[in-house]
């Protein structure tokens, strides 16, 4: 009850001296920015609500939007490595939701109640205001900076995760009888290929289930069938750890299609070399929620008749992801994470980070004499998501409760194939990799 009192105490201070023409600094108040996170987020609980202060505005002579009750909030410096940790918050290697960025989450926390001065969260605007179409706009010009894609291609923001492409794609690039060729690595690339079966004639270009997905396939064995509308490839499969380190070229009129939900922004990549490529957001770029096509306009508006309304790239196209309610805030959040990106110096310097942090991990493991093993070929290694198992899979349940003990949350492996999975996307710091690998070597010493 202390904490709601010094949390209202703040916030009636704030808007006293506004209404003096002064600070609630001038007055003595303790900032909400100097509240911990896990407290602020608290007083709503307490029954502090921000509204509360216009009754005083109004004693004042002044309309409370004249205080500027956020400002102490967004001016909260960005918190360090160590200070994240003292608020409370984990290491999250979970595969999806995952880690948000810390400094984007705040930033999210400062504008929830009252975004720039409107008066209202984006939580609660029209996706018709202008206000909304400010950050969608910015969103895709960001997104187009971050990946220099090509004037001739479409971003829209979508719903349904990356599993409804399974079946937009086909619909939207191909006939009933038109051959679409699937390269299968893991579990996506399976679940797609089955989709896409539906609504055209998918053909299993090559698949890596013989080898318990832990490489892909030569090309030189890709089977692939000529005049094919699309080769579909998943970029980088989140379950089982496998990742193209290059994108194969395709012939004729064929285009190249990938999923790239787990690597999505990770790296630079030369768009111009795909037709489509699509990604659910809850993995790299955001919360869960918005799905992000990037499509070349010249495939548009060729859609089967049967395709529903909301599955059709060129009517999302033409109302510029805006044919329906689209998930404002989730398009919100991945803008933030663009901005971030960006601030850090783009996708190249953001890749040497990730190549960083995965060797770190990598090297533990082919350290460890056997105690930790990953079953994925090196060359193609994922950066984003690192499977490994134990030489005794019994000790596998007391690491994974001791990693939890530490505060290193979501490293069981994925239920189809067990084991011990780190999800290493751009927002988890290197500090969490390096109190991992801390713990697998301390556990090693005390099993060996």
């Known amino acids: 009850m202390a904490l709601a009192g010094a949390a209202r105490a703040a916030v009636s201070l704030n808007a006293m001296s506004c209404a003096a023409g002064g600070s609630a600094k001038d007055l003595g108040a303790p900032s909400l920015a100097a509240l911990p996170v896990h407290r602020l987020s608290s007083t709503a609980a307490h029954g502090v609500q921000l509204p509360a202060i216009r009754p005083m505005m109004a004693a004042a002579g002044h309309h409370a939007k004249s ?172 379950i089982q750890g496998v990742e193209f380190k290059e994108y194969p070229e395709v012939e004729g009129e064929t285009v190249l299609v990938a999923d790239m939900s787990s690597n999505f922004c990770s790296k630079p990549v030369d768009v111009s070399k795909f037709g489509l490529i699509y990604a659910g957001a809850q993995k790299n770029v955001g919360p869960s929620g918005v799905t992000i096509v990037i499509v070349r306009e010249d495939l548009l508006g060729k859609a089967q008749p049967s395709t529903p309304v909301m599955l059709d790239y060129k009517i999302h196209s033409n109302n510029e992801s805006l044919y329906n309610t689209p998930p404002c805030f989730s398009i919100y959040m991945t803008g933030l994470v663009f901005a971030d990106l960006l601030k850090q110096g783009g996708l190249a310097a953001v890749a040497k980070k990730n190549e960083e942090k995965a060797q770190l991990l990598y090297d533990a493991i082919e350290g460890s004499d056997g105690f930790f093993k990953c079953p994925v070929a090196k060359p193609v290694r994922s950066l984003m998501n690192v499977p490994f198992t134990m030489r005794d899979p019994e000790l596998e349940a007391e690491f994974l409760k001791e990693a939890t003990a530490q505060g290193l949350i979501q490293l069981k492996g994925h239920r189809s194939v067990g084991g011990v999975r780190a999800s290493i996307y751009n927002a988890l710091p290197l500090a969490g990799i390096q109190k991992l690998v801390h713990l697998m070597k301390d556990f090693q010493a005390k099993h060996s």
Not at 82 to 94: L, T
Not at 100 to 107: A, H, I, Q, R
Not at 139 to 156: F, S
Not at 162 to 172: C, D, K, Y
């Open 67 to 238: 205080c500027k009750v956020q400002a102490t909030v967004a001016a909260a410096p960005a918190a360090s490595s160590a200070a994240v940790q003292e608020e409370g918050r984990v290491y999250n290697f979970a595969a999806g939701p995952a880690c948000l960025p810390y400094n984007v989450l705040k930033e999210a926390q400062a504008d929830l109640i009252n975004w720039k001065g409107t008066g209202a969260s984006v939580l609660e605007m029209s996706h018709r205001s202008k206000q909304f179409l400010s950050i969608i706009q910015k969103a895709e010009a960001d997104l187009r900076e971050l990946l220099a894609i090509p004037d001739n291609y479409k971003v829209l923001f979508l719903q349904g995760g990356a599993t409804s492409q399974f079946s937009a794609i086909p619909l939207n690039l191909a006939g009933p009888e038109d051959a679409v060729d699937y390269v299968v690595t893991g579990s996506w690339g399976s679940k797609a290929v089955q989709e896409a079966g539906k609504y055209a004639k998918a053909n299993l270009a090559a698949t890596g289930k013989p080898g318990k997905f832990t490489d892909i396939p030569p090309q030189s064995e890709w089977k692939l069938t000529q005049g094919a509308k699309y080769l579909h490839i998943c970029a980088n499969e989140t």
